[in-house]
């Protein structure tokens, strides 16, 4: 019996004490707890405010949807600037995916790119990788790229190599095969030469 009482009257004992102990370390906390310095945290702040108003940006935007061909299309830059008046949005370290319902998938690089919500294509410049599931590697200085149904067009030079060795040609297309529905066809334009590469 009096061990049922030593039990009963610690418990009772800890019920009161344990709280108050709770208590003291929370406002021990709070009382050595170091205070901000609202000018200190300021030197980290490395926004230039006056800029960012003068020319508004957004960081690491994505854009993603459907063409009409059912290809999936998917956008990221690391920075873009919205459309002025009657002009194109533009965007710096643009990636473009292209996922076509056969299978395939496309990768374009490029240091910048315009996009033209008008014309529903976005075109990237300032140096163009573009990368195919098939094996080929592209190389030229612009890429016309289609936002509602699949069609990458470049006007410029193309240096590629592939399965079947080195290609350079005036320009490439990349988009629906007209002879065979649901394929897609690189077609590469203008004075094509062709260096061959046996087992390539």
């Known amino acids: 019996m009096a061990r049922v009482d030593r039990h009963t009257r610690l418990v009772g004992w800890l019920k009161v004490a344990l709280p108050l102990a709770a208590l003291a370390i929370l406002s021990t906390l709070f009382l050595v707890a170091r205070r901000i310095d609202p000018d200190a945290a300021l030197p980290y702040a490395e926004v230039d405010v006056e800029d960012l108003a003068r020319e508004p940006r957004m960081t690491a935007p994505t854009y993603a949807g459907t063409t009409e061909d059912g290809a999936a299309l998917t956008l990221s830059a690391s920075e873009a600037r919205p459309e002025a008046e009657g002009a194109p949005a533009k965007a710096a370290g643009l990636r473009l995916e292209l996922a076509t319902p056969d299978g395939g998938r496309t990768e374009l690089l490029a240091a910048e790119a315009l996009m033209d919500d008008a014309s529903r294509q976005v075109l990237l410049s300032g140096g163009v990788t573009l990368t195919t599931s098939s094996g080929y590697r592209l190389e030229t200085a612009e890429v016309a790229a289609k936002l509602d149904r699949t069609g990458l067009e470049s006007r410029t030079a193309v240096v590629a190599s592939g399965p079947a060795g080195e290609i ?7 988009g629906q095969d007209n002879r065979t529905p649901g394929a897609y066809v690189l077609v590469f334009k203008g004075g094509v030469r062709l260096v ?4 390539g």
């Open 168 to 174: 350079r040609a005036d320009g490439m297309v990349l």
């Open 196 to 199: 061959y590469q046996p087992g």
